[in-house]
């Protein structure tokens, strides 16, 4: 960005975070986003003591970049679990030159902590479903953890961990349909599904000091003056060109102009979807599967595991947003595009093999 500057709710929050941790969390309650990041900032100040003569805008900016950085490693073993090496190494590529991630990575906001914690509970969860052994536990604690803070972070992981919670099911009936006993697998599916529903219990009863707030900023959203609801249809198809820009240009796109980049995004998802046709197809007539297609996961859970962690919280604050009140803004939909870099990743490999 090139100079000490911090512009309107970067320093909004910073003068917040400065503030005793009880004047923090009494000034969120009515805010639009909970404390979680702003009690972070807080002793982020007390430790690195940033100033107009001392690095005012980069110590500021350093845990931003610091959860940006955590979000490429996490994509990592992410995308190698659910794709292959190929398609994990060229999702950090992406990750790290992606417009979108760069930017919040610099911003002094909250939205690189709320993705980094949303990876690490699909990672959490891909590995507590797939997982047989006692040491297994620990990354449901992981989950739990992460998700309580994810929602104390913002509002809007809520849809994050609903995405989570739909993949946990498939994970669950695909872990169940894939025993070839199932009297002696019973207690196996039983205990994960336990589990899973303990970890969301001990998710609540974490943010049960904060649900009263919740409650009121869900039936009473303290929307800005300036966020309208839509009108017509063309201002819904106009912020949806702005959101499939967003996944591939951030949030200035060249010359802004969206629907180019809209249209990539759309021609990255067929790419997508048809390697995941392909791959699946390949692996029914191949004997050889494991080395085409390394994943741990049949082809078609990849596919839905990928789509529902993206699109599944942008098509609930769509719904929201046109059947409610206007909570879209496209600043709240980085928490879950991350993964979108390993759809890119996988549509690019499987361009490259077919060429």
Not at 39 to 60: K, R, S
Not at 79 to 105: D, E, G, H, K
Not at 304 to 330: K, N, Q, R
């Amino acid at each position: 960005r090139g100079g000490e500057a911090l512009w309107y709710e970067e320093m909004a929050g910073v003068f917040l975070a400065a503030n005793p941790v009880a004047q923090i969390i009494t000034h969120t309650a009515g805010d639009i986003h909970p404390p979680g990041y702003y009690l972070l900032l807080h002793l982020w100040q007390q430790f690195a003591q940033p100033g107009v003569a001392h690095g005012l805008e980069f110590l500021y900016s350093w845990p931003s970049a610091a959860f940006g950085l955590l979000i490429v490693a996490l994509l990592y073993p992410l995308t190698r679990r659910l794709f292959n090496q190929p398609v994990a190494l060229l999702t950090v590529w992406l990750a790290a030159i992606n417009p979108f991630q760069i930017w919040y990575s610099q911003e002094v906001r909250m939205y690189t902590l709320a993705g980094a914690l949303a990876l690490l509970c699909l990672w959490a969860t891909l590995l507590w479903f797939d997982d047989a052994r006692p040491s297994r536990w620990r990354w449901l604690m992981a989950y739990v953890l992460a998700a309580a803070l994810g929602l104390y972070t913002v509002y809007y992981f809520v849809f994050a961990l609903a995405s989570i919670n739909a993949i946990a099911l498939m994970l669950w009936g695909a872990r169940r349909s894939a025993q070839s006993s199932p009297a002696n697998a019973q207690p196996v599916h039983r205990s994960a599904l336990a589990g899973w529903l303990l970890a969301q219990a001990a998710v609540i009863l974490l943010y049960s000091p904060w649900l009263p707030v919740l409650w009121r900023q869900a039936s009473e959203p303290p929307v800005p003056a300036w966020r309208s609801s839509w009108q017509s249809i063309s201002e819904v198809l106009s912020s949806l060109s702005e959101t499939s820009a967003a996944f591939v240009t951030g949030q200035s796109p060249v010359g802004q102009v969206l629907w180019p980049w809209a249209l990539v995004t759309l021609l990255v998802l067929l790419a997508f979807v048809a390697s995941c046709v392909d791959s699946s197809g390949r692996a029914t007539h191949s004997n050889h599967r494991a080395t085409e297609h390394p994943s741990v996961y049949a082809t078609g859970l990849v596919l839905a595991i990928s789509l529902v962690f993206v699109f599944l919280p942008v098509l609930l604050i769509y719904l929201v947003s046109w059947l409610v009140t206007p909570i879209y803004h496209v600043r709240y939909l980085f928490t879950y595009a991350p993964l979108f870099m390993a759809i890119c990743a996988a549509g690019i490999v499987w361009l490259a093999k077919r060429s």
